[in-house]
């Protein structure tokens, strides 16, 4: 697994729990992006059993995942649409990751 996968699993890990709870849909969400990426099995249930126990993970490293901007902005959004509820943290969290992948944050 890549440095850029392992960052962008943690991104959207912490987007779906931003506003407290992590969704099924977000789960799956996840985990798909994540098996779309090439992140093995062993992996992919570690990071179900997180999302499943409502945790969110480790700040990811914005260094890494501003080399592929349009992307990050694309499955930052599919995650926290995934439930169909955006919630305030979950708008101002993406408000915040487009600052920072623009390299003000």
Request: glycine share 10%.
């Amino acid at each position: 697994m890549s440095q850029y996968q392992v960052e962008l699993l943690k991104l959207m890990a912490r987007l779906a729990a931003v506003d407290g709870e992590v969704a099924p849909a977000e789960v799956e969400t996840i985990i798909r992006a994540g098996r779309r990426a090439g992140v093995d099995d062993m992996h992919l249930e570690r990071l179900r059993a997180t999302l499943e126990a409502g945790e969110g993970g480790g700040a990811p490293d914005l260094e890494v995942l501003r080399a592929h901007p349009e992307e990050v902005r694309r499955l930052a959004r599919e995650v926290v649409a995934a439930d169909g509820i955006l919630a305030d943290a979950e708008i101002e969290a993406l408000q915040v990751l487009d600052e920072a992948l623009a390299g003000d944050g």
